[in-house]
C-alpha cells in the first residue's frame, strides 16, 4: 500500500497518479477523511485512558461517600473509553479498506495513456527476411513432435497443451540457462510453492483489479500463483532484513486469462499453465531505480542467448499493474504475426507490496525501514514460440541457438518428426 505520509503532505501527487491510471481520486479524499477521523479517535480514546489511569489513583485513595461517587464516574469513563476505543478500531478499518483501493504511485517518468500508449525504448536486431512463407510455431511445433495442443485440450479444456519430446528438452534447456545465469548474477535458486494463503496473495496486489485472473481454491481458501513473484514477496513477511536480497524462483504457473478470449489464443503464447524463472530482489528503497535498470539489463542478456529481435517498452501508466510504480516489457518479434509479443517483464514495485507485507530492511544507520521490491522474468514457456518461428528453415527444422545447443546435448537443428 501507498505511504500515508505522502498522502497526508502532499495528496496531490496521489491524485495525479490516480488520474494517470485512469483510477478514481475520489477515494483519496475518502482516504483523508477517514485518516483524519482515525486520528481523531485515537487521540480521544488516548486522552480518556490518561483520565482514566488517574482516576484509578484516586478512587485508591478514597473513602466513604467520595469513593462511591467516584466508582459510578469510573463506571461511566470506562463506557466512554470502550466507544472510543471501538470508533478507533472501526475508523481504522475504513483507512484500511480504502489504502487497498490505491495502487502504487506511478512513477513520474512513465507514459500516460493506456494499453497502446507504451513508449519504444529501444530496438535489438531486425526482423528476418524470409524466402519461403514462414509457418507460426504451433505448425513448426507439431511437425517437429514439440507440441500437442489437441491431446493438451482433450485432458485440461482449451489453452492446455503438452510439451513432448524435443519441446520439452528445449523448455527445460531455456529454464536451466535461466537458472545458470542468475544463480552466476548472485541470486539464490528458489522451488517456490505454487499454492499461497489470501494474505500473501492480497500482499503483492493481485487481489484487486487483476482478481479475476487468478485460480482460487475455496474449500482450501488458497490461490494459485501466476508468477514466483508471489511466494517470494511472502517469503520475508513479517521479517527485518540485514542488506539486499535476490531470489530466482523456478515455478509452474497458473493464470486464467479472464477477458482474454480472441487473443493469442493459438499455440502457447496465451495459455493457463506455463513454467518461468523470476528474478525478485529486495533493496533499499533509494537503490530501487538501480536494481530496475539491473533487472532489465539482465533480462537483455538472455534474450541475446535466444538470438531474436527485441524492442523494450516503457509501460504507459493505465496499463500498470496494481503493484507496480513502473514497468519495461521485452517483446520478441513473431514473423507470422508481424508483430512483438513481451517474452519478459519488470516492474520496481518500490515499497508497496513490502509495506503490506510488512518486510522491513535496515538503513545506513541501522533503522528498519520499509524495504522496496522488484521483479523480473528471465525465462518462460512462451519463449519457446519466438524460438521457434524466427529460427525455422524452409525445410521446417529449427535451428538451436548457440547458447542453448550444449544444454541440449550438442543438439545443432531440431528436424521434423
Not at 9 to 28: K, M
Not at 113 to 133: A, M, Q, T, W
Not at 225 to 236: D, I, K, N, Q, W
Amino acid at each position: 500500500m501507498i505511504d500515508l505520509k505522502v498522502l497526508r503532505e502532499n495528496p496531490e501527487i496521489v491524485r495525479a497518479s490516480q488520474r494517470a491510471r485512469g483510477e478514481d481520486e475520489g477515494v483519496v479524499d475518502s482516504l483523508l477523511s477517514a485518516d483524519e477521523r482515525r486520528r481523531g479517535a485515537i487521540s480521544r480514546a488516548d486522552t480518556l485512558r490518561a483520565e482514566q489511569k488517574v482516576l484509578g489513583k484516586e478512587v485508591g485513595k478514597a473513602k466513604g461517600d467520595e469513593k462511591t461517587a467516584l466508582l459510578v464516574k469510573a463506571k461511566d469513563l470506562a463506557a466512554e473509553v470502550k466507544a472510543a476505543e471501538a470508533e478507533q478500531h472501526a475508523t481504522s478499518d475504513e483507512v484500511n479498506s480504502l489504502l487497498t483501493r490505491i495502487p502504487n504511485l506511478v512513477h513520474p517518468d512513465a507514459p500516460v495513456g493506456g494499453e497502446d500508449d507504451f513508449r519504444v525504448v529501444k530496438h535489438v536486431g531486425e526482423p528476418r527476411e524470409f524466402d519461403f512463407e514462414p509457418l507460426d510455431h504451433l505448425d513448426l511445433g507439431t511437425r517437429l513432435g514439440a507440441i500437442d495442443m489437441e491431446r493438451g485440450a482433450k485432458v485440461g479444456g482449451s489453452r492446455f497443451y503438452f510439451l513432448k519430446g524435443v519441446g520439452a528438452q528445449l523448455e527445460l534447456a531455456l529454464l536451466n540457462m535461466a537458472a545458470a545465469q542468475a544463480t552466476a548474477s548472485g541470486f539464490e535458486l528458489m522451488i517456490t510453492p505454487t499454492l499461497v494463503r489470501p494474505e500473501i496473495m492480497a500482499g503483492t496486489g493481485f487481489l484487486g483489479a487483476h482478481s479475476s485472473e487468478i485460480y482460487h481454491l475455496p474449500a482450501d481458501d488458497l490461490y494459485l500463483v501466476g508468477t514466483s513473484e508471489v511466494p517470494l514477496a511472502g517469503y520475508h513477511a513479517d521479517e527485518i532484513l540485514d542488506g539486499e536480497r535476490r531470489y530466482a524462483g523456478w515455478s509452474s504457473c497458473y493464470r486464467r486469462e479472464a477477458g482474454s478470449y480472441g487473443k493469442d489464443t493459438r499455440g502457447i503464447i496465451r495459455v493457463h499453465q506455463f513454467n518461468q524463472v523470476e528474478m525478485f530482489s529486495y533493496v533499499r528503497p533509494e537503490d530501487a531505480e538501480a536494481e530496475h535498470a539491473k533487472l532489465l539489463a539482465w533480462e537483455e542478456e538472455m534474450l541475446a542467448k535466444i538470438e531474436v529481435p527485441y524492442r523494450v517498452i516503457d509501460t504507459a501508466a493505465g496499463d500498470l499493474g496494481t503493484s507496480a510504480a513502473r514497468k519495461f516489457d521485452c517483446e520478441a518479434w513473431i514473423p507470422t504475426q508481424q508483430a512483438y509479443r513481451e517474452l519478459t517483464s519488470t516492474s520496481n514495485c518500490t515499497t508497496f507490496q513490502a509495506r503490506r507485507l510488512n518486510v522491513r530492511d535496515r538503513d545506513e544507520h541501522g533503522k528498519p525501514q520499509i524495504a522496496a521490491t522488484l521483479n523480473g522474468t528471465l525465462a518462460t514457456t512462451r519463449w519457446i514460440a519466438a524460438i521457434l518461428e524466427n529460427h525455422q528453415q524452409a525445410d521446417g527444422s529449427v535451428v538451436v541457438p548457440e547458447a542453448l545447443r550444449p544444454l541440449l546435448g550438442g543438439l545443432d537443428v531440431l528436424k521434423p518428426a
